[in-house]
């Protein structure tokens, strides 16, 4: 991604927490305020760099890694495996509630001056449109961390996070309800869609918000709040942009790589190197795949003894946050949630076409028309395990599905995430907590 560091006069050159009352509060330092649109295209370059890599310790509480405790920096990761959330230890890494504030706080410096320091432009609408999306992106993946999943019968009842959409460091930052920040999000992401009108971003910028990967999210977003024609409707517009999947038989890549053809968003690293060194795959995890015709599994894995260590992750040229392999499953499950049987067979035999060898797909295309609704409910969230192994989506599709019972094993003792237990839902990290009473 590339640093505008001339632009970066910006009037918080660094953000740190200084309040005792208020964990949001933040010192201006260095205030010199963004003119130009350069400058403010710098302001949101420097939010799109801050975003965190939240979605790699998601993936220790899920069912898809085995930690090596051996390891030194496991202590680093071991209260979060073993879901000991309330008295964590010390040294246990955080989940970055604060950095995706600080992702929001770039935001709302561009939506909140940059229309009024800029003449109209189709580039300085394209760039509000963006901090509108990003914005979205960030209070999501907050609601979906740190609240219940959305359920419209408790919704605007369940507690999630504090509401930040202005500059105001006199603000109370006291967390508004799962319903008032959905609604939020949506509001975002059609103020977005007024203004963005880069229809897909080329490589290299596809870290930056399009049409295509704002309709993806507003997919993504619907699906999990079970609004079923509304992720479809969106999906289907993100798909009529771009709608390429890799074919794993005659191209054996990664497909979630920046450069792929199924790229849409590559702003996250998802899987990072320091969790990528101290784990391997579940057996539950390789289990679900047919090692011989699902062509995923020898990219996806490498054998390392007697355990497998996960092939992805661990480089920027991996960064996704959407590509297309989502929408088509997002698709089918929603096909199948409107009673549509069979154009939701249709679009997941489309997608498995190109992760299958010649004979899998066979077997697979038997067993899926034969399937009644239940059955392929459950196919295709095995495919979106198998698809999207350590992508950041296991956890979140746990919580939003079946929040099934897993068990950790440490040092020979067995843990256990019962099923539906609250811790689904992860509690606020101490330091937030300490400085922000309200929580």
């Avoid at 209070?139 to 959305?150: G, H, T």
């Avoid at 359920?151 to 319903?179: G, H, M, R, W």
């Avoid at 355990?307 to 929603?334: M, P, V």
């Avoid at 239940?374 to 999207?388: M, W």
């Amino acid at each position: 991604m590339k640093k505008y560091s001339k632009y970066i006069l910006f009037f918080i050159a660094a953000l740190t927490i200084s309040s005792c009352d208020d964990y949001l509060d933040v010192t201006p330092v260095g205030k010199v305020i963004p003119e130009t649109l350069p400058q403010f295209r710098a302001v949101l370059t420097t939010g799109y760099s801050a975003y965190p890599q939240h979605k790699s310790l998601s993936a220790v509480r899920a069912d898809e890694l085995t930690m090596n405790e051996f390891f030194d920096d496991f202590i680093y990761f071991r209260d979060i495996y073993i879901w000991k959330d309330a008295n964590p230890d010390k040294i246990t890494t955080s989940f970055q509630y604060q950095n995706l504030y600080t992702v929001i706080f770039y935001t709302n410096v561009l939506i909140n001056e940059a229309s009024k320091k800029i003449g109209a432009s189709a580039e300085r609408d394209q760039l509000i449109g963006e901090a509108y999306a990003l914005r979205a992106m960030a209070y999501f993946d907050l609601v979906n961390l740190f609240a219940k999943p959305y359920n419209a019968a408790t919704a605007a009842s369940d507690k999630a996070v504090p509401l930040a959409l202005e500059i105001d460091l006199e603000q109370a930052f006291i967390p508004e309800s799962v319903e008032v920040i959905y609604n939020q999000i949506i509001s975002d992401t059609r103020e977005a869609e007024k203004l963005l009108n880069v229809a897909s971003q080329p490589k290299g910028l596809n870290y930056r918000f399009s049409k295509v990967s704002l309709y993806s999210l507003e997919s993504r977003i619907y699906l999990y709040q079970k609004q079923w024609q509304k992720s479809l409707d969106a999906a289907n517009k993100a798909l009529a942009i771009k709608n390429d999947l890799v074919d794993l038989n005659s191209t054996k890549v990664l497909a979630n790589r920046f450069d792929g053809v199924e790229s849409i968003l590559a702003l996250e690293n998802v899987f990072n190197n320091s969790l990528k060194s101290v784990s391997y795959a579940s057996p539950d995890l390789l289990s679900a795949y047919n090692k011989t015709t699902d062509i995923r599994y020898s990219l996806y894995f490498l054998a390392n003894g007697s355990r497998f260590r996960i092939q992805k992750g661990g480089e920027d040229a991996q960064k996704c946050s959407f590509r297309t392999s989502e929408l088509y499953l997002t698709k089918a499950e929603t096909l199948l949630e409107l009673n549509n049987l069979t154009d939701a067979k249709t679009t997941v035999l489309d997608f498995a076409s190109k992760r299958y060898t010649p004979a899998g797909l066979t077997t697979v295309t038997a067993s899926v028309n034969a399937m009644n609704a239940t059955d392929l409910a459950i196919f295709i969230g095995n495919e979106r395990r198998r698809e999207f192994a350590a992508e950041g989506h296991r956890w979140f599709d746990l919580r939003r599905t079946t929040q099934k019972e897993i068990v950790h094993t440490v040092d020979g003792q067995d843990y256990t995430l019962i099923q539906n237990d609250p811790r689904y839902t992860i509690v606020y990290p101490a330091n937030a907590r300490l400085n922000n009473p309200n929580l």
